[in-house]
T-cell receptor
Framework: ELKVEQNPLFLSMQEGKNYTIYCNYS?????LYWYRQDPGKSLESLFV?????AVKQEGRLMASLDTKARLSTLHITAAVHDLSATYFC?????????FGAGTRLTVKP | DVKVTQSSRYLVKRTGEKVFLECVQD?????MFWYRQDPGLGLRLIYF???????EKGDIPEGYSVSREKKERFSLILESASTNQTSMYLC????????????FGPGTRLTVL
């Protein structure tokens, strides 16, 4: 059974600091997604990682994928308050999408 | 821009009622999905459809059924609603040129009393 584990589940960090969210999954997959969700809102697509070694960056967020280790990371650089949200990773096995439990990020001044 | 719309943002129903949640996408996507989201559990896939009249069970299909009579519309049906089906329901679609990107609707918060 495919399992997707994210950690940490809760993350409180100060503005200007760096941190990494981890996403481990249990079955081979070449498609890994990262989403952002603001309170009361739906999910917004951040990154789609399609191959081993893929790295994508948007602003202060950078995502990477290691399919051999079955690990993806979402790295936050010099956090700002606007990044406060819940971040989900998801793995796609032939359209069967499995999500991690989410990481609730709070960035404090 | 891809648009995925859901018929209701909030819905309150009674135990035993039949409930229909509708989802419409305007990008001619082949694939459509229904998830439920519960605190601490992330999103869980209920059903997905890869074509008209085609459906596949996801992780938690029990107590739900789906219908896809037209490409743009995917309905989730709760035959006899129960209190443990109180949740946020999210519809999504993917396909076309952005084959790997999945777009979500705004969600329906369903409360079953």
């Amino acid at each position: 059974e495919l399992k997707v584990e994210q950690n940490p589940l809760f993350l409180s960090m100060q503005e200007g600091k760096n941190y990494t969210i981890y996403c481990n999954y249990s079955t081979t997959s070449d498609r890994l997604y990262w989403y952002r969700q603001d309170p009361g809102k739906s999910l917004e697509s951040l990154f789609v990682l399609l191959s081993n070694g893929a790295v994508k960056q948007e602003g202060r967020l950078m995502a990477s994928l290691d399919t051999k280790a079955r690990l993806s990371t979402l790295h936050i650089t010099a956090a700002v308050h606007d990044l406060s949200a819940t971040y989900f990773c998801a793995v796609d096995i032939n359209n069967d999408m499995r999500f991690g439990a989410g990481t609730r990020l709070t960035v404090k001044p | 821009d891809v648009k995925v719309t859901q018929s209701s943002r909030y819905l309150v129903k009674r135990t035993g009622e039949k409930v229909f949640l509708e989802c419409v996408q305007d990008m001619d996507h082949e694939n459509m999905f229904w998830y439920r989201q519960d605190p601490g559990l992330g999103l869980r896939l209920i059903y997905f459809s890869y074509d008209v009249k085609m459906k596949e069970k996801g992780d938690i299909p029990e107590g739900y059924s789906v219908s896809r009579e037209k490409k743009e519309r995917f309905s989730l049906i709760l035959e006899s609603a129960s209190t443990n089906q109180t949740s946020m329901y999210l519809c999504a679609s993917k396909g076309g040129a952005l084959l790997y990107e999945q777009f979500f609707g705004p969600g329906t918060r369903l409360t079953v009393l």
